[in-house]
């Protein structure tokens, strides 16, 4: 039995915060209804790649969902709107603020079909302040709550990370947001509305750099892979590939030493201490470089290894699939999708009872509409109406 079986999921989110948010729970066993408009999830025409003609960027967040395809516009769209939220538990939504109140699916009209529903509105600035009608992706988030200035190379560009980390972490702040609801819920009997911001959750991200400044009054510069405030904590080029090393201890930096048969750099002055190494990080560093060149980065896993100190070669994600831990653990799940077998991530929650996983693949535009309109009570007849002016649009099973 999964986590959230039985718990119902109305979702109308697109792109990648809101998904995230919903897949997250498909995969603790909740039943998603993706309501989707005529022309889809926007991120479908986010491609190439496609995998089996959809879009391998919508594949990746939108599984263990079903999709109705429906023109929220249409008048006869109120009555589905109305038997979907009945029966539901949850709703989220990542339209600009306003956007749902003007279709009629913001909260206060929903409430009113189901007073125990929880809500939750994505938006890049939150519903509330001076800002929060402005537009905003993953970039814009990330440039303005300050993560950007602190992400990059020494002296280089910011950069954004190689993930929308910020839609990514919106949906998993999401996520718990509704968890806690529905305890509340459970307890009191009540719904609730949930206004999650893009930025706010950036901004929570900045936590000991935001404190480092609040103690120094000086902006952090960016370190590219380095710490603040350990060193060496960093990615280093050996002879042959890149290589992560942590020696976040005196006791790690003294087998670092001992392993690179550096033992001179031990109790040397200038790197004796922690805070002596980040005061001359740049020698060390510059040291460190030098003898990495040496050797490979199997040498050097190697050497670490038998000293115990965390290191990793950086791996590509060519790298990632071969990975014997994630494939013990069974992280990479070949699936079947269309015409193809395809590898995915799986879930990662691991619980003894209650275990996550891939039910349903990443649903086609339209691919359950006259099934969640069956389940919703509509006859045959009334469904064939609803296709037939447009309401909702339905993949047909050869299509």
Same mark, same amino acid.
Request: net charge neutral; proline share 5%.
């Given at each position: 039995?999964?986590?959230?079986?039985?718990?119902?999921?109305?979702?109308?989110?697109?792109?990648?915060?809101?998904?995230?948010?919903?897949?997250?729970?498909? &995969?603790?066993?909740?039943?998603? !209804?993706?309501?989707?408009? +005529?022309?889809?999830?926007?991120?479908?025409?986010?491609?190439?790649?496609?995998? &089996?003609?959809?879009?391998?960027?919508?594949?990746?967040?939108?599984?263990?969902?079903?999709?109705?395809?429906? &023109?929220?516009?249409?008048?006869?769209?109120?009555?589905?709107?109305?038997?979907?939220?009945?029966?539901?538990?949850?709703?989220?939504?990542?339209?600009? +603020?306003?956007?749902?109140?003007?279709?009629?699916?913001?909260?206060?009209?929903?409430?009113?079909?189901?007073?125990?529903?929880?809500?939750?509105? !994505?938006?890049?600035?939150?519903?509330? /302040?001076?800002?929060?009608?402005?537009?905003?992706?993953?970039?814009?988030?990330?440039?303005?709550?300050?993560?950007?200035?602190?992400?990059?190379?020494?002296?280089?560009?910011?950069?954004?990370?190689?993930?929308?980390?910020?839609?990514?972490?919106?949906?998993?702040?999401?996520?718990?947001?509704?968890?806690?609801?529905?305890? @509340?819920?459970?307890?009191?009997?009540?719904?609730?509305?949930?206004?999650?911001?893009?930025?706010?959750?950036?901004? @929570?991200?900045?936590?000991?750099?935001?404190?480092?400044?609040?103690?120094?009054?000086?902006?952090?510069?960016?370190?590219?892979?380095?710490?603040?405030?350990?060193?060496? @904590?960093?990615?280093?080029?050996? /002879?042959?590939?890149?290589?992560?090393?942590?020696?976040?201890?005196?006791?790690?930096?003294?087998?670092?030493?001992?392993?690179?048969?550096?033992?001179?750099?031990?109790?040397?002055?200038?790197?004796?201490?922690?805070?002596?190494?980040?005061?001359?990080?740049?020698?060390?560093?510059?040291? !460190?470089?030098?003898?990495?060149?040496? @050797?490979?980065?199997?040498?050097?896993?190697?050497?670490?290894?038998?000293?115990?100190?965390?290191?990793?070669?950086?791996?590509?994600?060519?790298?990632?699939?071969?990975?014997?831990?994630?494939?013990?653990?069974?992280?990479?799940?070949?699936?079947?999708?269309?015409?193809?077998? !395809?590898?995915?991530?799986?879930?990662?929650?691991?619980?003894?009872?209650?275990?996550?996983?891939?039910?349903?693949?990443? +649903?086609?535009?339209?691919?359950?509409?006259?099934?969640?309109?069956?389940?919703? /009570?509509?006859?045959?007849?009334?469904?064939?109406?609803?296709?037939?002016?447009?309401?909702?649009?339905?993949?047909?099973?050869?299509?």
């Amino acid at each position: 039995m999964e986590s959230l079986k039985g718990l119902k999921v109305l979702d109308f989110t697109q792109a990648m915060s809101g998904p995230v948010a919903s897949m997250i729970l498909g &995969d603790l066993g909740a039943d998603v !209804i993706k309501v989707e408009p +005529p022309a889809g999830d926007q991120s479908r025409s986010w491609a190439p790649p496609f995998i &089996d003609d959809e879009s391998a960027y919508y594949i990746s967040v939108n599984r263990n969902k079903k999709s109705i395809c429906m &023109d929220l516009k249409h008048p006869d769209a109120t009555e589905i709107i109305k038997k979907l939220v009945e029966k539901s538990d949850i709703v989220i939504e990542n339209f600009r +603020p306003g956007t749902a109140k003007k279709l009629g699916i913001d909260y206060e009209s929903l409430k009113n079909y189901n007073n125990k529903i929880i809500y939750c509105s !994505i938006s890049g600035f939150g519903q509330t /302040g001076p800002d929060a009608s402005m537009p905003s992706y993953d970039l814009i988030a990330l440039a303005r709550s300050g993560l950007m200035s602190i992400t990059g190379e020494k002296n280089g560009d910011p950069v954004k990370f190689g993930v929308p980390i910020t839609d990514i972490t919106s949906g998993l702040f999401a996520t718990i947001s509704i968890l806690a609801a529905l305890n @509340y819920r459970n307890i009191t009997g009540r719904g609730q509305y949930i206004d999650i911001s893009m930025l706010d959750v950036n901004s @929570y991200l900045l936590v000991n750099q935001f404190m480092n400044y609040i103690a120094t009054g000086i902006n952090p510069e960016r370190l590219g892979s380095a710490h603040p405030s350990i060193v060496p @904590y960093q990615v280093f080029k050996a /002879g042959d590939d890149y290589i992560a090393v942590t020696v976040g201890t005196e006791k790690l930096w003294g087998l670092f030493c001992s392993a690179l048969n550096i033992e001179n750099l031990k109790n040397n002055d200038r790197f004796s201490t922690n805070e002596k190494r980040l005061e001359n990080r740049d020698e060390l560093i510059n040291i !460190i470089n030098n003898e990495f060149k040496k @050797y490979t980065v199997d040498e050097l896993i190697k050497k670490f290894n038998e000293y115990g100190i965390p290191c990793s070669r950086v791996n590509k994600i060519s790298d990632v699939i071969m990975d014997k831990q994630l494939n013990y653990r069974e992280m990479i799940k070949d699936v079947h999708f269309g015409n193809k077998n !395809i590898k995915m991530l799986n879930s990662p929650f691991k619980m003894s009872e209650t275990p996550g996983g891939i039910r349903l693949m990443s +649903p086609r535009l339209g691919e359950h509409s006259r099934e969640i309109l069956k389940n919703l /009570g509509f006859s045959d007849e009334k469904i064939k109406d609803l296709i037939n002016n447009k309401t909702v649009s339905y993949l047909m099973p050869s299509q």
